[in-house]
Nanobody, 124 residues
Framework: QVHVVESGGGSVQAGGSLRLSCEVS????????MAWFRQAPGKEREGVAV?????TPIYADSVEGRFTISRDGSKNVLRMDSLQPKDTAVYYC????????????????????WGEGTQVTVSS
């Protein structure tokens, strides 16, 4: 079974930075694609960033230019800069075998493995 564990959540003031880490372990973990999603209270889970198995990063429009994702094998780091209160959410790391331009932001279609989430709070 594939296991996903996130770490690095916390509180920061607007304009600040935070780093989130994710480690994927288990069967074929080193070749899995990885992603970050986030969910704010009362809202649907939304995509943040994807990093393909070869290291290619893809970002949601909402974080383009502010967040950076990188990976080393089955581990990845999401660097979040210029954080705003709207970024406050529980952040989840996900892993999967397939990624396409049409479904990479679809929670159920593309990402079968999930961590339990880490809270990020950005204050004004």
């Amino acid at each position: 079974q594939v296991h996903v564990v996130e770490s690095g959540g916390g509180s920061v003031q607007a304009g600040g930075s935070l780093r989130l880490s994710c480690e994927v372990s288990g069967y074929t973990s080193s070749i899995l694609h990885m992603a970050w999603f986030r969910q704010a209270p009362g809202k649907e889970r939304e995509g943040v960033a994807v990093i393909v198995s070869d290291g290619t990063p893809i970002y949601a429009d909402s974080v383009e230019g502010r967040f950076t994702i990188s990976r080393d094998g089955s581990k990845n780091v999401l660097r979040m800069d210029s954080l705003q209160p709207k970024d406050t959410a529980v952040y989840y790391c996900a892993a999967g075998w397939r990624v396409t331009s049409e479904y990479m932001w679809d929670v159920q279609e593309a990402w079968p493995f999930w961590g339990e989430g880490t809270q990020v709070t950005v204050s004004s």
